[in-house]
């Protein structure tokens, strides 16, 4: 059975950080590349960040370029999400996602997803 666990969210005034981390099982990790996406209430679940199944590649939503970087660590199974310099706007439940795509940059549309995390909940307060 598959599991993806997200860890790390909180909450943090704006100009701070946090990491996210996610926790994956019962998958071959190296086979897959990973996503991070977010809900903001009241709105869609929008892509933020990927990263293919080797690490070589990443991709990142405008709004957080320079600010937010992805990582793997494909020994230990998980992924990162180092968010900088956040804003009131970042405030959202953060979703860790994998997608079955060994090879190639990562994909950025949800509906590639195989697997998802239940989230974890981000607030900055402003």
């Known amino acids: 059975q598959v599991q993806l666990v997200e860890s790390g969210g909180g909450l943090v005034q704006a100009g701070g950080s946090l990491r996210l981390s996610c926790a994956a099982s019962?998958?071959?990790?190296?086979?897959?590349?990973m996503g991070w996406f977010r809900q903001a209430p009241g709105k869609e679940d929008k892509f933020v960040a990927g990263?293919?199944?080797?690490?070589?590649?990443?991709v990142y939503e405008d709004s957080v370029k320079g600010r937010f970087t992805i990582s793997r660590d494909n020994a230990k199974d998980t992924v990162s999400l180092e968010m900088n310099s956040l804003k009131a706007e970042d405030t959202a439940v953060y979703y860790c996602?994998?997608?079955?795509?060994?090879?190639?940059?990562?994909?950025?549309?949800?509906?590639?997803?195989?697997?998802w995390g239940k989230g974890t909940l981000v607030t900055v307060s402003a």
């Open positions: 996602a994998a997608d079955r795509r060994t090879f190639g940059p990562p994909r950025q549309s949800k509906y590639e997803m195989d697997y």
């Open positions: 019962g998958l071959t990790f190296t086979r897959y590349a």
């Open positions: 990263i293919s199944a080797s690490g070589g590649s990443t």
